[in-house]
């Protein structure tokens, strides 16, 4: 079964919120376990978009803090944090169009967060596009 692209970031996203959850209460990570039981098939799209944001966090972390207004990324709900991690880590490291990125990242927070967070990340992508 073939994933659309949107379907595999979604699974990212639950993937690095399943992660991020798991280390803060210091449970042993082991995230292949983590992304095999997300994704039935290997799939490189989704690996190298969960061992990117994983890699480049720190750095991710600090892009989004210079664009979010009296707040900071830790204050996000941890599925808003993983969606903004995720499309600030495409826009930077992949060739995915930006409008592209923006447009995955809002429909997923639509989805997932609520409205104050979706506008968060809408605001923070499109200044970072802007500079």
Same mark, same amino acid.
């Given at each position: 079964m073939t994933l659309k692209r949107s379907e595999l970031?979604?699974?990212?996203?639950?993937?690095?919120?399943?992660?991020?959850?798991?280390?803060?209460?210091?449970?042993q990570v082991d995230i292949e376990e983590i992304i095999k039981d997300n994704i039935e098939i290997e799939n490189e799209f989704v690996k190298d978009i969960v061992y990117g944001v994983i890699t480049h966090e720190s750095e991710l972390n600090t892009l989004a803090n210079q664009y979010i207004k009296d707040w900071t990324i830790d204050r996000l709900d941890k599925?808003? &944090?993983?969606?903004?991690?995720? &499309?600030?880590?495409?826009?930077?490291?992949?060739?995915?169009p930006e409008?592209?990125?923006?447009?995955?990242?809002?429909?997923?927070?639509?989805?997932?967060?609520?409205? &104050?967070?979706?506008?968060?990340?809408? &605001?923070?992508?499109?200044?970072?596009?802007?500079?």
């Open positions: 970031r979604e699974k990212c996203m639950i993937i690095l919120y399943q992660y991020n959850l798991l280390k803060e209460n210091k449970i599925t808003g &944090a993983s969606i903004l991690r995720i &499309a600030l880590f495409e826009i930077k490291y992949t060739d995915t409008i592209v990125v923006i447009n995955e990242a809002v429909e997923l927070s639509k989805k997932y967060s609520d409205d &104050a967070v979706r506008k968060i990340i809408n &605001a923070v992508l499109d200044k970072m596009i802007r500079e």
